[in-house]
């Protein structure tokens, strides 16, 4: 499984992101951006690297605070943890400045939304700028952080997740299809349905795999798959008022007098 995590494209591109940032030239600025739409892989694709890399990775949530997001990275690196914000970056950036372990924070632009954005600026300023901070968010992150000058002229690499396609397709097959073969067609009309969505695409080729253990197949064709809804991400259609009057079963008198005795 992990090797063809591992060769999945966002895997890569997130890969090659952080090999570039950390063999950067001295004097050269070491932080990133790794943005796309939901569902696309980017947070597989951090799980991946973490491991590759050993770097630090927190994923940030939409009600936090700093010292939330703060005591995410100190339970990794199990350094002292200080009582105040300023004192526990101070401890983080001297931990990452000594052991070179880059930073990945995900969901970054809950940060923003937070106000908060400026605490992953003071991490890697405090570290020197010689340690790595990638923020990995959605779509519309570089222009959000274009607000914050002072952030965005320090990122030397922008990289924009990319769509789920063939390749990575039969690659997640043989995870979350495994056992079974899914027939080029059926693939190639799931990714289309997914609009790019990994996630979509894991999730409709798991339903596949259930189709055939439910059929006693070895192959899920499109014929097989038949009139199973794809996870486009439409919304189901507006029932119409029949289908939403209760269903009553009408008893006889004498049924009834029949069932009490």
């Given at each position: 499984?992990?090797?063809?995590?591992?060769?999945?494209?966002?895997?890569?591109?997130?890969?090659?992101?952080?090999?570039?940032?950390?063999?950067?030239?001295?004097?050269?600025?070491?932080?990133?951006?790794?943005?796309?739409?939901?569902?696309?892989?980017?947070?597989?694709?951090?799980?991946?690297?973490?491991?590759?890399?050993?770097?630090?990775?927190?994923?940030?949530?939409?009600?936090?605070?700093?010292?939330?997001?703060?005591?995410?990275?100190?339970?990794?690196?199990?350094?002292?943890?200080?009582?105040?914000?300023?004192?526990?970056?101070?401890?983080?950036?001297?931990?990452?400045?000594?052991?070179?372990?880059?930073?990945?924070?995900?969901?970054?632009?809950?940060?923003?939304?937070?106000?908060?954005?400026?605490?992953?600026r003071d991490i890697?300023?405090?570290?020197?700028?010689?340690?790595?901070?990638?923020?990995?968010?959605?779509?519309?992150?570089?222009?959000?952080?274009?607000?914050?000058?002072?952030?965005?002229?320090?990122?030397?690499?922008w990289e924009g997740?990319?769509?789920?396609?063939?390749?990575?397709?039969?690659?997640?097959?043989?995870?979350?299809?495994?056992?079974?073969?899914?027939?080029?067609?059926?693939?190639?009309?799931?990714?289309?349905?997914?609009?790019?969505?990994?996630?979509?695409?894991?999730?409709?080729?798991?339903?596949?795999?259930?189709?055939?253990?439910?059929?006693?197949?070895?192959?899920?064709?499109?014929?097989?798959?038949?009139?199973?809804?794809?996870?486009?991400?439409?919304?189901?259609?507006?029932?119409?008022?029949?289908?939403?009057?209760?269903?009553?079963?009408?008893?006889?008198?004498?049924?009834?007098?029949?069932?009490?005795?």
């Open positions: 499984m992990a090797s063809q995590i591992a060769q999945l494209t966002n895997v890569s591109t997130l890969n090659t992101m952080v090999s570039q940032l950390i063999d950067a030239p001295i004097g050269q600025e070491r932080m990133g951006c790794f943005y796309g739409p939901s569902g696309w892989g980017k947070s597989t694709a951090v799980s991946a690297v973490q491991i590759l890399f050993d770097v630090i990775a927190i994923e940030v949530i939409e009600n936090t605070s700093k010292l939330d997001v703060l005591d995410q990275i100190v339970d990794q690196i199990q350094v002292k943890s200080p009582r105040n914000v300023s004192a526990r970056i101070r401890a983080i950036a001297g931990y990452m400045e000594r052991t070179n372990r880059a930073l990945i924070i995900d969901d970054a632009h809950y940060l923003i939304k937070r106000g908060m954005v400026g605490m992953a890697y300023n405090t570290a020197g700028g010689l340690v790595p901070v990638i923020l990995v968010g959605e779509e519309l992150l570089p222009q959000d952080l274009t607000r914050f000058e002072n952030i965005h002229n320090r990122i030397a690499v997740a990319q769509p789920c396609e063939m390749d990575d397709a039969r690659r997640l097959a043989s995870i979350y299809a495994k056992g079974v073969e899914v027939e080029e067609e059926l693939l190639a009309e799931i990714v289309s349905k997914a609009n790019g969505a990994t996630r979509r695409v894991s999730n409709m080729l798991g339903k596949a795999r259930e189709i055939a253990k439910q059929r006693g197949a070895e192959v899920v064709t499109r014929k097989l798959w038949g009139a199973t809804p794809f996870f486009d991400g439409l919304p189901p259609a507006e029932r119409k008022p029949a289908q939403l009057q209760p269903r009553v079963s009408l008893v006889s008198t004498s049924g009834a007098k029949a069932a009490r005795q």
